[in-house]
């Protein structure tokens, strides 16, 4: 049976599962974290708080963690990342092919560039090109990438925009299998109506109420400033908007909405954690992500929220848009930075309760067959042939 390395940063709770769901079927399936034990329970600098998952994300899969020598450990920048042990940790297990999430770390890359033509080198990354570069960065860019991926056998991409990207940088279509970006689809799509109820009693939510959330990191990224506005735009009384999360822009955002005419209708949570979150999505019936970004490459909330049952609106900056929303069917997409648009796309939406029922049906529907068993089939598919 050939044998499957894995190397990824740190344990988060969107690819443990697929670890998991691998290690069924492949047992010679072996992860090694980079960041090291550290990264286990960290401070997020973006949610502003200690951050510890509370499903299990070490459990069911052979892993290990390596020493990381980084002065400063982490994933903000390209040094954060140094394992000098981690060729003699790899050769040990001695693995056919060798799964690479991300190369934007110092040992990522070595390893990549190390194992070329030796092993099987496959990728994993969802990087889009919605937030290209312009001028002579750009050219430094395309040469630098093209060159990075020359070292990759196969690349497994998450969705549309992924893929274009990975053929920008040259990888050809036999060098691409598409592997879908998944959350645990069963865990959010469980009833868990009775108490979402309670949340909304909570939040002083009537049972006409209808809900607009945003559930994410309170940064610049998400650009919740917009949301906002266009929110105090929507003319309709019965429309409630919850903000769930943390981050630098909570001051501000909490500082503005307490100076909105509908700040009756406004409600904050601190961040949710995993557990709780499908609660939080079935309390509502449309999801809204209006990132500018850069960077949104994907927004799993998105998968989250289609498996609650939710009405999804995302902004063109956001990753998974072409693949996960639909117009007229579980829901739209506005222009960036344009609250008037995104005011507009609400406003249709929530004219009549049965079409946001029929959406909300819709994103379970579409969501589906983006599941990790979907991810795990193709990438066992690919260690047959080897």
């Known amino acids: 049976m050939s044998r499957l390395a894995i ?21 010679d399936t072996k992860v090694f974290y980079t960041w090291g034990e550290d990264s286990i329970q960290k401070f997020d600098p973006d949610f502003q708080k200690n951050i510890e998952w509370d499903i299990p994300l070490l459990e069911g899969y052979d892993y290990q963690f390596l020493k990381n020598t980084s002065s400063n450990p982490g994933t903000a920048h390209f040094k954060g990342i140094i394992n000098p042990d981690a060729f ?8 056919d092919a060798i799964l690479v999430y991300g190369w934007a770390w110092h040992s990522h890359l070595k390893i990549i560039r190390h194992y070329a033509k030796k092993k099987k080198v ?87 109420g209808k809900v607009v959330l945003f559930a994410g990191k309170l940064e610049p990224k998400k650009d919740p400033f917009t949301l906002l506005q266009a929110f105090e735009e929507v003319d309709d009384e019965n429309l409630f908007l919850v903000f769930a999360g943390n981050g630098i822009l909570e001051k501000e955002l909490k500082e503005r909405a307490d100076q909105s005419v509908k700040k009756n209708n406004l409600a904050f949570l601190d961040f949710q954690n995993q557990s709780a979150m499908p609660v939080l999505y079935q309390a509502c019936q449309i999801f809204c992500l209006p990132s500018v970004g850069p960077g949104e ?21 956001v990753g998974c ?55 795990v089939s193709v990438i066992l598919e690919e260690l047959k042939k080897i």
């Not at 190397?7 to 047992?27: C, D, E, G, N, R």
């Open 122 to 208: 496959w990728f994993r990354g969802d990087s889009t090109l919605l937030d290209s570069t312009r001028g002579y960065k750009k050219f430094i860019r395309y040469v630098f990438l093209r060159w990075v991926y020359s070292h990759v056998d196969l690349a497994f991409y998450v969705g549309t925009q992924n893929k274009k990207y990975f053929q920008y940088f040259g990888l050809k279509d036999k060098q691409l299998k598409f592997a879908p970006h998944a959350i645990d689809n069963s865990r959010f799509s469980t009833d868990r109506k009775a108490e979402a109820g309670q949340l909304r009693e909570q939040l002083h939510i009537p049972l006409s």
């Open 297 to 317: 490459t994907w927004g799993l909330a998105v998968n989250e929220a289609m498996a609650a049952g939710c009405a999804v609106i995302v902004s063109d900056k």
């Open 88 to 95: 003699r940790a790899i050769d040990e297990f001695n693995p």
């Open 7 to 27: 190397v990824t940063t740190h344990p988060i709770q969107y690819y443990a599962p697929v670890f998991q769901a691998m290690a069924k079927k492949h047992p």
């Open 321 to 375: 848009a072409p693949d996960l929303v639909k117009e007229e069917k579980n829901g739209s997409i506005f222009r960036h930075k344009n609250s008037g648009d995104l005011a507009r796309v609400i406003q249709s939406m929530i004219k009549k309760n049965d079409v946001l029922e029929e959406s909300g049906e819709a994103s379970k529907k579409i969501i589906e067959n983006w599941s990790f068993e979907k991810q």
